[in-house]
């Protein structure tokens, strides 16, 4: 074989494969970390789950986004994606990750700290999700990170002062804290988020779960639940009652107080009920 002929040969493999003999593959932690995923949020049912477990090349599977020599995963992108379960912790592995982005699905359970491990990471979009818990300490090793984005999930708790690390955070934009169950008494770590929640007061939308909830059988088909209004009124808001029929869900919205009659509001009547079934609010 001459040189000329071994030459069109690699040329012709470079042109098919896009990086010929040094085609690098994922490291194995990595790909792992991807198929943890698709396990633990019910990946078959996936809106898009195109080449997933399929495919050879983890790269090509739809979401990733890979360096240009298919060595490392540097983004995910399963927005609305109808993933439903826990995050694995293994997503930590995923060490050039620069965006991870998982809003509008069914996460479940708790941030993992191993997110901390992603140092590389600007985005981190969880938006609308079923997640709870505490915002991880961890979080605060992520000094890239330029958008932080949780609204609309379940975490409780203090948050932790390592998020005043966070100093590449975008003013008036990269934090995003609405509708969760979190607080601080830490003045200055107030301050910081403030500077940097979408519309500079995070506080003013946390949940508050009312006390000493109760149902009473009302005439045809509806049940009033009466409660304990909280106290906190300063910021407009309402109560909604979320129902199912079976244990754990899937729940819908049943009933919601009226904006104009926000957190004044002791009771609500529900329905249409059918006679005779279970329902779990």
Known sequence: MTKSTLKTIVTIWMTLTGCGFLCAALPPAEEAALVDLYQATNGVGWVDSTGWLVDSDPCTWFGVTCDAGGSTVEALDLSANNL??????????????????????SLRGAIPVELGSLLQLQQLDLNDNHLEGPVPTELGALVQLQLLSVPRNRLT??????????????????????????????????????????????????????????????????????????????????????GATVSGGPYEMYMSTSESFPKGAGSGDVGPLLPGASYYL
Do not use: C
């Open 84 to 105: 439903d379960g826990p995050l694995p912790p293994s997503l930590g592995d995923l060490s050039s990750l620069t965006a991870l982005l998982l809003p509008h699905n």
């Open 157 to 242: 708790g203090a948050l932790p002062s390592s998020l005043e690390n966070l100093t590449s955070l975008t003013d008036d934009g990269g934090l995003d804290l609405r509708w969760n169950g979190v607080f601080t008494t830490d003045d200055a770590l107030r301050a910081f988020l403030n500077s940097k929640q979408e519309d500079g007061d995070w506080e003013g939308s946390q949940t508050v779960a009312p006390g000493d909830l109760f149902a009473t059988v009302t005439k045809g088909m509806l049940a009033t639940l009466v409660w304990d209004p909280i106290d906190y009124t300063d910021d407009i808001g309402r109560y909604e009652v979320y």
